[in-house]
């Protein structure tokens, strides 16, 4: 080996420490000046140990429900329901059970409002009955309004789609409940 070969390695030891050393002083510095705001993963699951604040948590990124329901659609929300909550839910009077209960006169009901129908233990832990606002925070992300629950439906991300729904929910009544004003 000569020289040029040796001093070679012995730059490339020493480049290869420098940059180790640099990046070490670069992340160092990332970390301590730029702590992070929000905590960067979220822990859905976190809820747990609170469950009645979880609604309110989701709701916070709610807009109105009102105005929603004021101009919502229930024809369009009987098509969406036909389509995505058929298949575990049926809507008429004295209807039976599906993988989910029946949902004749589930809004302005108490919680759990089928009677015989086994509930999960996430769906115990609620007592508020189903208001539009309940219902708009458990429809937009059923998991979070309820972690745990065995509805296993992601939810609907559109306000004016599940303000629709919620609409057409509320005519499976004798009387309907007032729309909120
Ligand atoms: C994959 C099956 C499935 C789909 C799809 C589904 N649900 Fe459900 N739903 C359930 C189950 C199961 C429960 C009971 C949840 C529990 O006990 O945790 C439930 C509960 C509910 C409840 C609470 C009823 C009560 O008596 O308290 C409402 C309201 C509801 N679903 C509405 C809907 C609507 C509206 C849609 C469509 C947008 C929908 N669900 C789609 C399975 C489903």
Avoid at 59 to 82: H, M, N, Q, R, S
Avoid at 110 to 125: C, E, I, L, T, W
Avoid at 134 to 143: E, F, G, S, Y
Wanted: proline fraction near 7%; glycine fraction near 8%.
């Amino acid at each position: 080996m000569d020289t040029m070969e040796i001093n070679k390695g012995i730059a490339a030891i020493l480049v290869a420490g420098i940059a180790f050393f640099v990046t070490g002083m670069i992340s160092d510095g990332l970390v301590r000046t730029h702590p992070l705001e929000h905590s960067a993963i979220k822990i859905e699951g976190a809820a747990t140990t609170a469950p009645a604040a979880a609604p309110e948590a989701a709701k916070e990124e709610l807009a109105p429900i009102a105005p929603l329901l004021a101009a919502a659609d229930p024809a369009a929300g009987e098509l969406t329901a036909k389509k995505v909550c058929a298949a575990c839910h049926t809507f008429i009077e004295g209807g039976k059970a599906g993988v989910g209960p029946n949902l004749y006169g589930v809004v302005g009901g108490p919680v759990r409002h089928m009677a015989g129908f086994k509930y999960s233990d996430a769906m115990q832990k609620h007592d508020e009955p189903w208001s539009f606002e309940a219902l708009n925070v458990w429809l937009k992300k059923p998991a979070a309004y309820a972690p745990g629950t065995r509805m296993a439906f992601a939810g609907i991300n559109s306000d004016k789609q599940r303000a629709d729904v919620i609409v057409y929910l509320r005519s499976l009544a004798k009387e309907p409940v007032a729309l909120p004003k």
